[in-house]
C-alpha cells in the first residue's frame, strides 16, 4: 500500500489567482495521477503526472490552466491557474504501484474560489 | 461510449444486508474495483475482481459476471460506520479507470 500527503488540505482563493497543490507519497510508485471530485459526483481524471515529462492529460484539461510536475517518483504539484468559481472543487492526488492498477488516494484538496 | 451505471442512493438498516449493484459497457477490461469513499474523504479501496465470481472479504463481497457486464457488492451485519459513497470503477483495455457516480449508501438504526 502508499500513504499519500496533501496539501493544502482546503483553501479560499481569489478570483484570477493560482494555487499549487503538493502531493508526497511514502513509496516510489509508478503512476500518479490527479482527479477532480464535484460535490456528489464522481471522480474525474485531470491528468496523469509523469516523471521527468509533461503530463499527459484527459479531454477537457490544458496544461496552461492545470500544470503539473512530477520531478521524481514520490512527488506531483498540480497547480489551478486563472482560478474561477467554476473551479471549485476537491482535487485529488491518486498513485497505483500495482499490477492490478490499485488505486491509493490522497485526502484531497477543497478549494473554494470566490 | 463507456458508461457505469450504478442506483444513486440505497437506504438499509444496521444489522441488515444490502447489495449495490454495477453494470458496465466499457471498451475492453481488466478487471473491476469497489471503492467507499466517506463524506468529505477521499476513497479507500475495498476490492478488485477480474475473474468471474465472487469474492469475500469479510463483512463484504464482491461478485463478477464478465459475460453480463455485471458487478455487486454485498455488504452484511451493515454497522453505522458503513454509511458512505460506493464507488464502482473499471479498468478499460488502455489501463484507464473508468468511473461510476457512486451509490450513496445510508444506515438506518
Known amino acids: 500500500s502508499a500513504v499519500i500527503s496533501q496539501k493544502p488540505s482546503r483553501d479560499i482563493c481569489q478570483r484570477g489567482t493560482s494555487l499549487t497543490i503538493q502531493c508526497q507519497v511514502d513509496?516510489?510508485?509508478?503512476?500518479m495521477f490527479w482527479y477532480r471530485q464535484q460535490p456528489g459526483q464522481s471522480l474525474t481524471l485531470i491528468a496523469t503526472?509523469?516523471?521527468?515529462?509533461?503530463?499527459?492529460?484527459e479531454s477537457g484539461f490544458v496544461i496552461d490552466k492545470f500544470p503539473i510536475s512530477r520531478p521524481n517518483l514520490t512527488f506531483s504539484t498540480l497547480t489551478v491557474s486563472n482560478m474561477s468559481p467554476e473551479d471549485s472543487s476537491i482535487y485529488l492526488c491518486?498513485?497505483?504501484?500495482?499490477?492490478?492498477?490499485?488505486?491509493?488516494f490522497g485526502e484531497g484538496s477543497r478549494l473554494t474560489v470566490l | 461510449g463507456q458508461n457505469i451505471d450504478q442506483p444513486t442512493e440505497m437506504t438499509a438498516t444496521e444489522g441488515a444486508i444490502v447489495q449495490i449493484n454495477c453494470t458496465y459497457q466499457?471498451?475492453?477490461?481488466?478487471?473491476l474495483f469497489w471503492y467507499q469513499q466517506h463524506a468529505g474523504e477521499a476513497p479507500t479501496f475495498l476490492s478488485y475482481?477480474?475473474l468471474d465470481g465472487l469474492e469475500e472479504k469479510g463483512r463484504f463481497s464482491s461478485f463478477l459476471s464478465r459475460s453480463k457486464g455485471y458487478s455487486y457488492l454485498l455488504l452484511k451485519e451493515l454497522q453505522m460506520k458503513d454509511s458512505a459513497s460506493y464507488l464502482c470503477?473499471?479498468?478499460?483495455?488502455?489501463?484507464?479507470?473508468?468511473w461510476g457516480a457512486g451509490t450513496k449508501l445510508i444506515i438506518k438504526p
Open positions: 513509496s516510489q510508485v509508478t503512476m
Open positions: 491518486s498513485a497505483s504501484g500495482s499490477d492490478t492498477g490499485e488505486l491509493f
Open positions: 475482481n477480474v
Open positions: 466499457t471498451s475492453g477490461f481488466n478487471g
Open positions: 470503477a473499471v479498468l478499460d483495455s488502455n489501463y484507464q479507470l473508468i
Open positions: 503526472a509523469n516523471q521527468g515529462s509533461e503530463a499527459t492529460y
